[in-house]
């Protein structure tokens, strides 16, 4: 059984976390955005990638995973790469649809309708344009990933994010064309990647149009969209409600926490998400499966709170070194948001019912009322409690969302949690966060090694007491001893004269 969480643990740093690269650039900048943009502008930004990211995910027809139903049902190369060469025609079409919006309504819908921001119009016109390019990217992505290379997979994701942030770093700082050298940087980059990514596939493909598979790739694609859109409403939605209730300065303010906030998702959600389906079909029929579904909570949620846990304690001193003084209502936001992360990792892992009896729609179903429910939470707490009340109500959609998943799940799969371990590991993130803020106030190097202690402290709590089973205790025992044996040096006692 321990082997699968070995390769369950591989996977997510092969595929998830180089996958992630490109969502990093947006935290790697954080220090240039918060000097060289207003806050203002900074607000802005975030409202634009939020835009992309959902236009990105209707137009995109959910192809990203549709291909992968039909590409292992051929055994030959020609017909897999004619089914690329169809994908790419199907992304073609829906790029073009993308890039006409972009044309058509940047400014008068978007702009001025749905945010009132009139006169920024071009700002997301170019992000739409990006964002219709990186369409065509997610079929020769998804190549690599079912013919698992993971080499070129890293490789283009690497040069994505090294030539946006370089691009970005140029034009905003020497050329000094603030937001909106941000957002030609990014078109710039898409653009070469692209180019380099579809000329890399170009023995793999076939440019065919089988009517058929464009059915069977809509058929498994278009499903998922809602869900995929509901998604990022759960993410990044909250920043629509900030602007309409507070302004784009309060907004400049939250996305910095959600930024922040999005290290834990580039480091958890996102992998997880990547990993954790195939590694339940992988083990379904072992005689320990049922275990490894329910060990996987106490893990997952020991890695997460961990994470959560740094991030959260830490935030005032992250808040301060990335960025001005203007953002220091930022760092009590980051907590609360992590939080809600939490849970969602926790949701992700509950869906195993559902993902083992292929009953995604009550997955979808899951992700739809939890959504509403953030929203109608933001609804009524922004106008009184501002950005605070919009992370509170998001945690509150979080854990329902949770509780709505675990009880689909077992309509079709009764899994035995062990609900005192994971309340044990839940219980230490709002120790760790709220012990983080009373104490004293000290010099900052004095306050990082305080806190420092803490974190070490409370990770440690669940070695100090009886909470790991012996054959965890054992496994995590030799996997030391392995990671020892790989070291380039030896830990020994002095030898004695």
């Avoid at 992000?127 to 369409?135: E, K, M, P, T």
Wanted: aromatic share 12%.
């Amino acid at each position: 059984m321990f082997s699968a969480f070995g390769d369950t643990l591989k996977g997510i740093l092969a595929f998830g976390v180089s996958s992630s690269l490109v969502s990093a650039v947006g935290f790697v900048l954080i220090p240039l955005y918060t000097r060289y943009l207003s806050v203002e502008e900074f607000g802005l930004l975030g409202l634009i990638s939020l835009t992309v990211s959902v236009a990105a995910s209707i137009f995109g027809l959910g192809l990203n995973s549709a291909i992968f139903r039909s590409y292992f049902d051929y055994d030959d190369k020609d017909s897999q790469r004619r089914l690329v060469g169809t994908a790419l025609l199907v992304a073609g079409a829906g790029s073009a649809g993308l890039i006409l919006l972009a044309t058509l309504c940047a400014e008068p819908l978007i702009a001025q309708r749905i945010f009132g921001l009139p006169g920024t119009g071009k700002f997301y016109q170019i992000a739409l344009y990006s964002g219709a390019i990186g369409l065509l990217n997610a079929i020769p992505l998804a190549v690599y990933r079912a013919d698992r290379q993971f080499g070129r997979f890293a490789a283009f994701n690497i040069t994505a994010a090294v030539l946006q942030m370089i691009l970005i770093i140029v034009l905003v700082v020497v050329f000094r064309l603030g937001l909106t050298g941000v957002v030609a940087g990014q078109l710039v980059a898409m653009v070469t990647v692209n180019g380099l990514l579809l000329y890399s596939v170009r023995t793999k493909v076939e440019i065919a149009l089988l009517r058929d598979e464009v059915r069977k790739l809509l058929a498994y694609g278009l499903p998922l969209v809602p869900g995929g859109v509901f998604y990022l409403l759960l993410t990044s939605g909250s920043l629509y409600f900030v602007q309409t209730t507070r302004g784009l300065t309060e907004v400049g303010v939250f996305n910095l926490a959600l930024i922040i906030a999005s290290v834990f998702a580039i480091l958890v959600i996102s992998p997880f998400q990547l990993v954790w389906p195939p590694m339940m079909f992988s083990v379904e029929k072992s005689s320990y499966a049922e275990r490894f579904y329910a060990n996987m909570l106490v893990y997952a949620l020991y890695v997460s709170v961990g994470i959560a846990m740094v991030l959260s304690v830490f935030a005032r001193e992250v808040v301060a070194v990335v960025s001005t003084p203007a953002y220091a209502s930022a760092a009590p936001l980051v907590g609360l948001l992590l939080f809600g992360h939490v849970l969602f990792v926790v949701q992700n892992v509950f869906n195993v019912g559902i993902i083992l009896k292929r009953k995604t729609a009550y997955w979808s179903a899951a992700l739809v009322i939890e959504t509403l429910v953030c929203i109608l939470m933001w609804l009524g707490l922004a106008p009184r409690w501002g950005t605070l009340g919009i992370a509170i109500g998001s945690i509150i959609g979080h854990g329902i969302g949770a509780g709505v998943t675990l009880v689909f799940s077992r309509r079709f799969l009764s899994v035995g949690y062990e609900w005192r371990r994971a309340l044990f590991l839940i219980a230490l993130f709002p120790c760790a966060v709220g012990a983080s803020y009373v104490l004293p106030s000290f010099p900052t190097p004095l306050s990082v090694v305080l806190k420092g202690m803490l974190v070490l402290l409370l990770l440690g709590s669940p070695f100090l007491v009886k909470f790991w089973h012996p054959d965890e205790a054992a496994a995590a025992k030799q996997l030391l001893h392995q990671i020892a044996r790989r070291l380039p040096f030896r830990l020994s006692p002095v030898e004695q004269s």
